[in-house]
Structure formats: structure tokens, C-alpha cells
């Protein structure tokens, strides 16, 4: 999205939608209906935001914070940017971590010329080459079109069940 804006000019037009989705319910994310009492803490869910694509990422931690049935659930979030300056909603996202002890936040800097590759991905879920404890947990992923195949594809292939691409 970054690199669309800056290619615009005064006096362009441009056509804003609201966000879409295919996810639906929201807690199908934490393997349970929103509506059921089930508790969810043995669920696990990795959410990896690449620049903007916090935005809708935060939602679901809120989302997550404002459940009890969610609240304890296990969730690796993976945010990544190029400088530590676009690693933005730290402190909000801090907050909300203090309700939610197994929230866990990994910050990757990639630099200027560089993106998250698969390697730092496993590094910031701390696994293995097989994949440790996500296997068969749902995964969201937003970023620009490319982060999303490729981050997609490395979930996919440790074991990731559903992976969830806004």
C-alpha cells in the first residue's frame, strides 16, 4: 500500500473500500465459535503483519483481549518492517499484553533492501527446521501481495492448518 501512495500525484483520485475478509466469525480463528463458553487456551494462533498490515492485525488482538474466552489463548504475533520506525502500535499492542500473558510479540527489522525471509520467521516463532508447536494452528497474514504468498507458503509447510491472507 506504501509504495502505491507514493506514487500518486495532487489531483489523483483514488477508490476506498472498507475492509473484506474471508474469515467470517473471528473466533473460528482460536478454534472455537464466538458464541460458545468453550475456553480457548489451549488453542494457538500466529498473526504476521508486514508494514500496514498491522491494522487489521491489532483488530483481531483486540478482538482477542475483549473475549475471555480468547483472552488466554496462545498467539504469536510476528510484526515486520523495514526500520523500527514502521514497527507502529508497540505500545497499544503492549497494553494489551499485559491482559494477555501468552501474547507473545516478536518486532523483525528487515532493513531497506531486505523483507522478512523464512528463516527469520522461524527464528521469530522460535522453531525448528520441523516446524516445533504450530502444526496444525490457523495463521493470518497481511501485508503488500508478495509477503502474503511467501509467508503463507513457509506457515503452510511447518504444519500451519488454515492460513488466512487479508
Known amino acids: 500500500m506504501s509504495a502505491y501512495l507514493r506514487q500518486l500525484r495532487v489531483g489523483d483520485s483514488i477508490l476506498v473500500r472498507g475492509p473484506s ?57 510476528v510484526q515486520c518492517a523495514h526500520r523500527p520506525g514502521g514497527l507502529w502500535l508497540g505500545r497499544e499492542i503492549a497494553i494489551l499484553a499485559r491482559d494477555m500473558p501468552r501474547l507473545a510479540h516478536t518486532p523483525v527489522v528487515s532493513g531497506s533492501n531486505g523483507r522478512l525471509t523464512e528463516a527469520a520467521l522461524r527464528r521469530a516463532l522460535s522453531l525448528g527446521e520441523g ?36
Not at 516446524?131 to 513457509?154: E, L
Open 21 to 77: 475478509s474471508t474469515i467470517g466469525d473471528l473466533g473460528s480463528l482460536f478454534g472455537s465459535n464466538s458464541n460458545s463458553n468453550s475456553s480457548s487456551s489451549n488453542s494457538r494462533l500466529v498473526l504476521v503483519a508486514g508494514g500496514s498490515g498491522i491494522a487489521p492485525i491489532f483488530q483481531i488482538l483486540q478482538y482477542a483481549h475483549a473475549s475471555a474466552a480468547h483472552r488466554d489463548s496462545r498467539i504469536a504475533l
Open 131 to 166: 516446524g516445533g508447536g504450530i502444526g496444525g494452528c490457523s495463521a493470518v497474514v497481511c501485508g503488500p501481495g508478495s509477503f502474503n504468498a511467501d509467508v503463507g507458503r513457509w506457515l503452510r509447510a511447518v504444519g500451519v492448518r488454515i492460513v488466512h491472507a487479508l
